[in-house]
């Protein structure tokens, strides 16, 4: 079922499932597992080429950093290196527990940041503001967040016809030395934020004139989907496979994907 055409909910309900996964296993070789998964849906789901230059930005910058965090912070296992923060004397340690663990913390951030991407990426904002309201999310609620996702492509606009005016005035914020090009880029954001306050003070009064109230519950969507059969069905086979997957791996760690019983 191609997701363009299924229930805004259902969507997100999905995702959200899938978003779960990561969080039951703490072994990089299942969550390799649940990442490679993520991505041969995702892939056959289709995503632009810069979707992919961005995660590969994001989560891979993300997954990196998030290792290299975790890494000396776990005492479990035999010890590969220890030492102490100066002044604090806070314990450091290097464990063999510790690399798989700093490597599935990694592998959970590029998860997470794989499947949240795509789906803020490919989803519309009404779309997303439909799914929140199927969920019994308030109609002002939803209808707000899908005003700031589509806010946020306004302002990437904005800001590039704000730095091309400066560039015609002569500035150029890649020359210079660092404290250099951070004063430059105060002539860009200075002009940036009147130019989103006057576009909020715009809409305020949009959405004032159409009579828009956060506590009134005659709002909705004219037209909204209707659920599938097929799609309750998914749902509620994803749902019974995550809560197996969550008694596998948190009652009976013994069995599957756990490192340290008891942490997350």
Same mark, same amino acid.
């Given at each position: 079922?191609?997701?363009?055409?299924?229930?805004?909910?259902?969507?997100?309900?999905?995702?959200?499932?899938?978003?779960?996964?990561?969080?039951?296993?703490?072994?990089?070789?299942?969550?390799?597992?649940?990442?490679?998964?993520?991505?041969?849906?995702?892939?056959?789901?289709?995503?632009?080429?810069?979707?992919?230059?961005?995660?590969?930005?994001?989560?891979?910058?993300?997954?990196?950093?998030?290792?290299?965090?975790?890494?000396?912070?776990?005492?479990?296992?035999?010890?590969?290196?220890?030492?102490?923060?100066?002044?604090?004397?806070?314990?450091?340690?290097?464990?063999?527990?510790?690399?798989?663990?700093?490597?599935?913390?990694?592998?959970?951030?590029?998860?997470?940041?794989?499947? @949240?991407?795509? &789906? *803020? #990426? $490919?989803?519309?904002? %009404?779309? =997303?503001?439909?799914?929140?309201?199927? +969920?019994?999310?308030?109609? @002002?609620?939803? &209808? *707000? #967040? $899908?005003?700031?996702? %589509?806010? =946020?492509?306004?302002?990437?606009?904005? +800001?590039?016809?704000?730095?091309?005016?400066?560039?015609?005035?002569?500035?150029?914020?890649?020359?210079?030395?660092?404290?250099?090009?951070?004063?430059?880029?105060?002539?860009?954001?200075?002009?940036?934020?009147?130019?989103?306050?006057?576009?909020?003070?715009?809409?305020?009064?949009?959405?004032?004139?159409?009579?828009?109230?956060?506590?009134?519950?005659?709002?909705?969507?004219?037209?909204?989907?209707?659920?599938?059969?097929?799609?309750?069905?998914?749902?509620?086979?994803?749902?019974?496979?995550?809560?197996?997957?969550?008694?596998?791996?948190?009652?009976?760690?013994?069995?599957?994907?756990?490192?340290?019983?008891?942490?997350?």
């Amino acid at each position: 079922m191609a997701m363009k055409h299924a229930h805004p909910s259902f969507v997100l309900l999905m995702f959200l499932l899938l978003g779960l996964l990561p969080f039951l296993f703490q072994d990089p070789r299942a969550l390799a597992v649940v990442w490679l998964c993520n991505l041969v849906l995702i892939a056959r789901l289709g995503w632009k080429r810069s979707m992919v230059k961005a995660y590969a930005l994001v989560g891979g910058v993300g997954a990196v950093f998030a290792t290299i965090t975790w890494l000396p912070f776990t005492n479990v296992g035999v010890a590969y290196w220890s030492g102490s923060v100066p002044l604090i004397n806070y314990p450091l340690q290097v464990t063999d527990i510790g690399v798989l663990w700093a490597l599935g913390m990694g592998l959970r951030l590029a998860n997470v940041a794989l499947l @949240s991407m795509y &789906y *803020l #990426l $490919s989803t519309s904002p %009404r779309e =997303i503001a439909m799914g929140l309201r199927g +969920l019994g999310v308030p109609f @002002s609620v939803s &209808y *707000l #967040l $899908s005003l700031i996702f %589509r806010f =946020i492509p306004l302002v990437k606009n904005d +800001l590039a016809t704000i730095r091309e005016a400066q560039m015609v005035r002569g500035m150029s914020t890649v020359e210079g030395n660092v404290f250099e090009r951070i004063k430059k880029y105060g002539f860009l954001l200075v002009p940036l934020i009147f130019s989103s306050l006057k576009r909020v003070q715009l809409i305020a009064n949009a959405l004032d004139a159409k009579g828009f109230q956060i506590r009134n519950s005659q709002h909705r969507f004219y037209r909204s989907k209707r659920w599938k059969k097929t799609e309750v069905v998914m749902l509620l086979a994803g749902v019974c496979a995550v809560a197996s997957l969550f008694y596998i791996a948190r009652v009976h760690p013994e069995h599957i994907g756990v490192l340290i019983p008891g942490r997350i």
